[in-house]
């Protein structure tokens, strides 16, 4: 049921994604954005729609942001793969943005996704003003250098490091650069509500170091077909992970006493949370 429901979630966030890149401009960089908004989990989308139909609000409200988050982790990864950054050439079974177009488009590709995300999280139909703020002004937290930046820029002084990063860095690290936007996705339900995000807010932490485990799992024991990338990066890099610190069976242990975490935080939802809990299970059970 759970992979059912993500998959029709992942469909109405690609049908408004078409919907709202039908109304800019062919050029070749609208052109990059919705290549590179094509294909993925949609985790994070997911996660804002089941959140809010915990909370009752209408789809047609949580849409919006549903969609807005996935444009902006889409950026991320653009970015993310360019040269200057890891320097990938495959995404999603497909070669990166920049090596189908160029480096200055996969860019601008990059910063109008980004921008798109808070026009798309602060439409009117998303909800009141204190609702449209309050969602922006926690996408920005959750997205720059408190968040998502903050993880990535520790990312990059790790490989200039002579000393590996211990167990409590990677987990500072991933906190910002995975688990961020898992924490912002998993919340939105409740502040589109206005209502109190804080079960949500433990269930999205434990849930987000749990995924960068299982991503640390399978970039050691994954299929790369599978997986739609290269893997084996942090390793070939001599980086250390959740797997080269805690050992490969640890990892795994560790990553399912988080999900038991995850379920635990939901409790008090009852019934209406088991979809979450599903998608918590999910994470560890994947193999891209």
């Not at 079974?93 to 860019?107: K, L, M, S, Y």
């Not at 939105?188 to 804080?198: E, H, Q, T, V």
């Not at 299982?214 to 997986?227: H, Q, R, S, T, Y």
């Not at 890099?237 to 069976?249: E, H, N, R, W, Y």
């Amino acid at each position: 049921m759970f992979k059912e429901i993500l998959a029709q979630d992942a469909a109405r966030i690609q049908a408004q994604f078409d919907l709202v890149l039908r109304a800019l401009d062919d050029l070749d960089v609208t052109r990059a954005m919705a290549y590179a908004t094509q294909g993925g989990k949609r985790l994070r989308g997911f996660l804002v729609l089941e959140s809010a139909r915990l909370h009752d609000v209408d789809p047609a409200q949580a849409i919006w942001p549903a969609t807005g988050i996935e444009a902006l982790h889409a950026y991320s990864l653009v970015h993310d793969d360019l040269p200057c950054m890891d320097d990938d050439d495959l995404r999603r079974g497909r070669p990166t943005v920049h090596v189908e177009w160029d480096e200055g488009t996969a860019v601008l590709a990059g910063d109008a996704l980004q921008t798109l995300a808070f026009e798309l999280c602060t439409r009117a139909e998303v909800g009141n003003a204190e609702v449209r703020a309050n969602l922006a002004l926690t996408l920005a937290k959750a997205s720059g250098a408190q968040g998502m930046v903050l993880g990535q820029a520790l990312d990059i002084t790790a490989e200039t490091t002579p000393d590996p990063l211990t167990l409590e860095q990677i987990t500072q690290l991933q906190a910002g650069k995975t688990g961020a936007l898992i924490e912002w996705s998993a919340c939105a339900g409740a502040r589109l509500a206005l209502a109190d995000p804080d079960p949500l807010r433990r269930y999205a932490q434990a849930l987000g170091l749990a995924f960068q485990i299982a991503d640390d799992i399978l970039d050691v024991e994954g299929d790369a077909e599978k997986a739609g990338k290269r893997l084996q990066k942090d390793a070939d890099a001599g980086k250390a992970t959740f797997v080269s610190l805690l050992g490969l069976d640890a990892a795994k242990a560790r990553a399912a006493q988080l999900v038991d975490q995850a379920c635990t935080a939901l409790d008090g939802y009852g019934a209406q949370a088991e979809t979450l809990k599903d998608a918590a299970r999910f994470v560890i059970a994947r193999d891209s």
